[in-house]
């Protein structure tokens, strides 16, 4: 079974701190791949990262980054210095290999960025 | 289209009636899945096409539930019926093929759907 847990339910942070997100996942399959996508008030979901199983650099986008860890099964994303557009629901996902395109989406994290 | 569209963004029906959500993808991408989001829930995965042909539908709830993507290109999702229950956001996503395991889905707006 594929599973994915995002244990913070919500997080508040004031702006310019870092905060990270943690998602951890659980699968069989031997190759996958893991997504972020970012919900904000508008509701729309907005594509960030994807991470292929086999490639454990982590990444670096501007203020994001990006830990993956096979070991932990962990694809914690960083958000530094943040800022009061950066509010918005994350939401961590996983696809087999073989899954066609199906993603499994954890619950989320909403997270509160204050001026 | 430049991006994944959905119609209507919101739609209010009385309960026992019947809703068809329209989907249409992102020109030239092969795949296109529907999702159901609960409020505070991740999206949830109801099923998915490759051109026309609905490769996955183990997702659909009942068999009130249904899709279809007859040319290959915009999906209709309809639920005849409808309970309070499927009160939720339906989104729709495409991606260039569900084959290639690499490429990501990008979604719509969705269609909140409000069973009173």
């Known amino acids: 079974a594929q599973k994915v847990t995002q244990a913070q339910t919500e997080i508040s942070v004031v702006e310019k701190e870092d905060v990270t997100l943690d998602c951890v996942y659980e699968?069989?399959?031997?190759?996958?791949?893991l997504f972020w996508y970012k919900q904000p008030p508008s509701g729309e979901l907005v594509f960030l990262i994807r991470?292929?199983?086999?490639?454990?650099q982590n990444e670096i986008s501007g203020r994001y980054s990006w830990n993956f860890q096979k070991s932990t099964s962990s694809f914690n994303f960083t958000i530094t210095a943040s800022q009061v557009v950066d509010s918005a629901v994350y939401f961590c996902?996983?696809?087999?290999?073989?899954?066609?395109?199906?993603?499994?989406f954890g619950q989320g994290t909403e997270l509160s960025v204050k001026p | 289209g430049a991006g994944v569209s959905q119609s209507p963004r919101y739609k209010v029906t009385k309960r026992g009636q019947d809703v068809a959500l329209r989907c249409d993808p992102i020109?030239?991408?092969?795949?296109l899945y529907w999702y159901r989001q609960a409020l505070g829930q991740g999206p949830e995965f109801l099923t998915y096409?490759?051109?026309?042909?609905?490769?996955?539908k183990s997702g659909l709830p009942n068999d009130r539930f249904s899709a279809e993507r007859p040319e290959g290109s915009i999906s209709t999702l309809t639920i005849q019926r409808t309970e309070q229950r499927d009160s939720a956001m339906y989104r729709c996503?495409?991606?260039?093929?569900?084959?290639?395991?690499?490429?990501?889905?990008?979604f719509g707006q969705g269609t909140r759907l409000t069973v009173v």
């Open positions: 996503a495409s991606s260039l093929s569900g084959q290639l395991a690499n490429t990501e889905a990008f």
């Open positions: 699968t069989r399959d031997t190759t996958y791949y």
């Open positions: 991470r292929n199983s086999f490639d454990e």
């Open positions: 996902a996983l696809r087999g290999y073989n899954q066609g395109g199906k993603l499994i």
């Open positions: 020109s030239g991408h092969v795949s």
């Open positions: 096409f490759n051109y026309e042909a609905q490769q996955d």
